[in-house]
């Protein structure tokens, strides 16, 4: 198993998760791995945001805090990847591959 260092970030709320993730949905070429990995990422923030705004967690405050420390860590390695930096090992293979024609759309959507 990989080991993810962790990369300190700003404080992010669900509401900048999403904001962030739709930005790099609308920039990053369609047939980009990364981008494939965002849009399940970005659909899955979105319902975890509608259950949060549905009350339909016993610790929302939990909930919310969980949501976004992993998608700190996401952004961090877009980051990284973006200004030339190794993202976290954990991270690495989907920069690398995410224009290998060998690997499907699907494996993309899995990652992580």
Do not use: K
């Amino acid at each position: 198993m990989a080991h993810c260092e962790q990369v300190p970030t700003a404080t992010l709320t669900v509401d900048t998760v999403l904001t962030r993730m739709r930005a790099l949905d609308a920039a990053l070429p369609a047939r980009d791995g990364v981008t494939v990995f965002n849009r399940v990422y970005l659909a899955v923030t979105e319902a975890v945001d509608r259950h949060i705004d549905g009350g339909r967690f016993a610790d929302s405050g939990a909930a919310i805090a969980l949501d976004v420390r992993f998608a700190e860590r996401y952004l961090a390695a877009v980051d990284a990847a973006e200004e030339g930096r190794r993202p976290p090992a954990c991270w690495r293979p989907l920069f690398q591959f995410r224009r290998h024609p060998g690997v499907r759309p699907l494996q993309f959507a899995l990652a992580r």
